[in-house]
């Protein structure tokens, strides 16, 4: 069965700086999705960037990237000058492809402070 | 753009009663699904349905529980009998493609439902 796993479950940054939160996760197929999902307190499930796992390239929205190694089954995401709106909990997900089985699974979350 | 929606936005009721709760997916889309987050706990799947009937559904979605397609644009999701533990925000999300065609499943906001 796949498992994804986020083992911060609180970080905090400062205001303008750069923060990562990690994600690992674990599954026997090749092909698949990966998610980062923004929660604010209104508790609205937002997508943030989704990486095909049979890219190479890491995806980049805006100040948000990933750094997704495939081999380690690591998919980090990387929010660059921080803003107070980016204050949140953060999910990783994984999505398998290749059969009926599409449900998303999620990790437990990292809570993110963003310090004025 | 459109997006899926939900209602009520938070439901209260005694256990024991039956509630259901209402979704209205994006129009053009063929997949649903309902996931549930009790508080401070990670979302987790339920169900997801298509061409009229469960594709998958997790060991959370027992016979308490069930869905429906009414007519051309609802999805519901019913609970029988409510318990206590069944307090959480639930949310349904729909996809356009399931399976190998599958990319990102869109959110709705979540129902808050307090079983006291």
């Known amino acids: 069965a796949q498992t994804v796993t986020q083992s911060q479950p609180e970080m905090s940054v400062q205001e303008a700086e750069t923060v990562t939160l990690s994600c690992t996760y674990d599954t026997s197929e090749s092909d698949y999705y990966l998610f980062w999902y923004k929660q604010p307190p209104s508790r609205q499930m937002i997508l943030v960037i989704r990486?095909?796992?049979?890219?190479?390239q890491n995806a980049t929205e805006n100040r948000f990237s990933v750094n997704f190694q495939k081999a380690a089954k690591s998919f980090s995401l990387k929010i660059s000058d921080s803003q107070l709106g980016d204050a949140a909990m953060y999910f990783c997900a994984y999505r398998n492809l290749m059969n009926r089985d599409d449900k998303i699974i999620f990790g437990k979350g990292t809570r993110l402070h963003i310090l004025p | 753009e459109p997006e899926v929606t939900q209602t009520p936005s938070h439901q209260v009721t005694q256990m024991g009663q039956e509630v259901i709760l209402r979704c209205v997916p994006i129009s053009n889309h063929l997949y649903f699904y309902w996931y549930r987050q009790i508080l401070g706990q990670k979302v987790e799947f339920l169900v997801s349905f298509y061409n009229n009937e469960i594709s998958e559904k997790s060991e959370i979605f027992d016979d308490q529980f069930s869905v429906e397609r009414p007519d051309g644009s609802n999805f519901t999701l019913k609970i029988r009998s409510t318990k206590l533990e069944d307090s959480a925000m639930y949310f349904c999300a729909s996809s356009e493609r399931g399976g190998q065609g599958a990319r990102e499943q869109y959110f709705g906001p979540g129902t808050r439902l307090t079983v006291t």
């Open positions: 990486q095909e796992a049979y890219k190479q």
